[in-house]
Every structure is written in structure tokens, then in C-alpha cells.
């Protein structure tokens, strides 16, 4: 039972870290907290079920596209609206707010395109659960819709 809580613990504070790591870096170059950065964390994943579910590109080819989609999105979000406040000299706070703007409509617009339930492509990959130190990890249990 505790050797399943710690690697529960660890799995979950490892995504954690991974998370607060980007936020930390991209924080550390454009000195204001970029929530757009969850917007691409985000994206991915319904890029890759929205190309699979009902484009029926393969598993694989979906992920990797996918991939190739939140970087693209991040890319034109910094092109077509932090770039021009960095050069007019934008304070944080206006770019705060941009990006607060932009997380609130992207994820409006997930919430419009895909539903508010849970999404997942667990029924096209079969991964069974792996036994650690006595503990079983698990995928996650989500239905798909």
C-alpha cells in the first residue's frame, strides 16, 4: 500500500515538475507568468483526439502531428501578439493580460469544439499496467465519447 502512494506521489509530481519547469524557464526569458504556455500544454492532446476521432489519421501520425500543432500554435501566438508588444515596449502587465486573454479563449474554444467531458485516446493505445517496487502503475481511466 505505501510503495503504491509513493509511486503514485512520484508520477504525479514528476508532471508537476515537468509543468512548473517550462513556466519557470519561459518566465525566467519574458519576465511575466505566460499562461498561453497551458494553452500548448493543453492543445496537443485535443489536436492529436480531434485527428484521430474523426479524421481517422492514425494513432502515431496523430500524436506526432499533433506535437507539430501546439509548437506551430505557440509560435504564431508569439509572432502575432507578443511580438508586437515587445516591441512597443509593452509593460508585464499588458502582456499578462494578453496572455490571460488568449488562455481564456483557447480554452473556450477547446471547451466549444470538443465538450466539457473527458476526452481520451486510451481506446487506441493498449498499455497494461507495469508492476515497480510491488506497485502497479496504471494508465489513466477515461471514457471515450
Do not use: K
Request: hydrophobic share 55%.
Amino acid at each position: 500500500m505505501l510503495s503504491q502512494l509513493l509511486v503514485n506521489g512520484v508520477i504525479a509530481g514528476s508532471i508537476y515538475a515537468l509543468v512548473a519547469s517550462g513556466f519557470g524557464l519561459i518566465f525566467r526569458v519574458v519576465r511575466f507568468f505566460h499562461f498561453t504556455h497551458e494553452l500548448t500544454y493543453s492543445f496537443a492532446p485535443y489536436i492529436a483526439f480531434g485527428l484521430h476521432a474523426w479524421l481517422h489519421v492514425p494513432i502515431l501520425q496523430a500524436i506526432a502531428l499533433a506535437v507539430m500543432g501546439a509548437a506551430l500554435m505557440g509560435f504564431l501566438l508569439d509572432v502575432a501578439v507578443f511580438a508586437p508588444l515587445r516591441a512597443r515596449e509593452a509593460s508585464a502587465l499588458v502582456s499578462l493580460l494578453a496572455s490571460i486573454g488568449l488562455y481564456v479563449v483557447g480554452q473556450n474554444f477547446l471547451s466549444v469544439t470538443f465538450g466539457d467531458g473527458a476526452r481520451s485516446l486510451r481506446p487506441y493505445i493498449v498499455v497494461p499496467g507495469i508492476e515497480f517496487l510491488g506497485a502497479r502503475i496504471t494508465p489513466p481511466l477515461c471514457q471515450y465519447e
